[in-house]
């Protein structure tokens, strides 16, 4: 009997426009209506998640930036797995010395320290994406991170380190040399305390070990008293793979790789073909 879906966003639950389709909403609402729990997990922060699914009438709980913070239905943060801030400061180090642009998760939000460089490089991943869609669009949903509030430009990442207020949640990096990111993320996967994954073309994330989707997904299902034999989770990518193996039920996306579908129970149809729908009906019913 299902109790619990995990849904991812990007590749997942959102279409290439960044929407949820009629048909996922519509499926997500016969969920909750027949009192399965539907929990969003995805890689992005709070506020990132929060204006697409309320744009779409989405209500309920959120597991952001990889598990690293839980977020009730009512927004309330429920818990919170921080990066070690001596071995964010590494991390910093290696991606800085390898010239690759990162952005640091917070909550308090996300940062970047050269604006100019996180519209291009959003930019360049969605159209090599969505190669179907119109550049100048592209632009446009790059630019709104800044626009809404999504992104915040800071002078100094150290304002982060030495804060007392702001917990780092995530590093997010970028490179589409794969040679770059790979010798990179031999480096990262040495450090202490750490999960080293990725959600996305040329990304590399950098995570608390405690902030994996996987183990929110274990500790959301043990705080309202369902077994995770009787959970559902549906994804794309390589940051999925935790709670993948520990759900009941796995489902790649139809647009997922070769190695993220062999690594669940399951394949829907793509994320332009309402596969969350598809993987939903076919649970409950």
Same mark, same amino acid.
């Given at each position: 009997?299902?109790?619990?879906? @995990? ?7 959102? #279409? ?7 048909? #996922? ?9 027949? &009192? ?5 997990? !995805? ?46 400061? !590494?991390?910093?180090?290696? $991606? ?9 998760? !917070?909550?308090? &939000? ?23 869609? /119109?550049?100048? +669009? ?7 991170? %800044? ?28 490179? %589409? +040399?794969?040679?770059?990111?790979? /010798?990179?993320?031999?480096? $990262? ?13 040329? /990304? =590399?994330?950098? /995570? ?12 959301? @299902?043990?705080?309202?008293? =369902? ?12 940051? +999925? ?13 139809? #647009?997922? @790789? ?7 129970? %399951?394949? !829907?149809?793509?994320? #332009? ?5 598809? @993987? ?6």
């Amino acid at each position: 009997m299902v109790r619990c879906i @995990a849904i991812d966003m990007d590749g997942t639950l959102l #279409n290439s426009a960044q929407q949820v389709s009629d048909q #996922n909403l519509e499926a997500v609402a016969k969920a909750q209506s027949l &009192g399965v729990e539907v929990v969003i997990a !995805t890689g992005r922060s709070y506020k990132e998640a929060r204006y697409v699914l309320d744009e779409a009438g989405v209500s309920c709980p959120v597991l952001c930036v990889n598990g690293a913070e839980a977020r009730s239905t009512k927004g309330d943060i429920l818990a919170s797995n921080p990066l070690d801030k001596e071995i964010t400061k !590494t991390a910093m180090g290696i $991606l800085k010395d390898k010239g690759i642009y990162f952005e640091i998760y !917070t909550n308090h &939000g996300t940062y970047t320290i050269d604006d100019d460089k996180a519209v291009t490089v959003i930019s360049e991943i969605y159209h090599i994406d969505n190669p179907e869609l /119109n550049i100048q +669009d592209i632009l446009k949903v790059a630019e709104g991170r %800044f626009h809404k509030g999504l992104v915040r430009k800071i002078d100094d990442y150290e304002e982060l380190i030495r804060s007392d207020q702001h917990e780092v949640y995530k590093l997010l990096a970028f490179s %589409f +040399d794969e040679d770059l990111r790979s /010798n990179a993320q031999k480096l $990262l996967d040495k450090l202490p305390g750490t999960a080293i994954t990725s959600s996305g073309h040329g /990304n =590399i994330e950098v /995570n608390s070990v405690n902030a994996q989707k996987g183990k929110a997904l274990e500790a959301f @299902a043990k705080e309202k008293q =369902i077994d995770l034999e009787d959970t559902v989770a549906i994804g794309d990518n390589y940051n +999925d793979i935790s709670m993948f193996e520990i759900a009941g039920r796995s489902v790649a996306m139809g #647009n997922a @790789a070769e190695d993220i579908k062999k690594n669940c129970d %399951f394949v !829907t149809l793509t994320n #332009n073909e309402s596969g969350v729908a598809k @993987a939903i009906l076919e649970a409950i019913e």
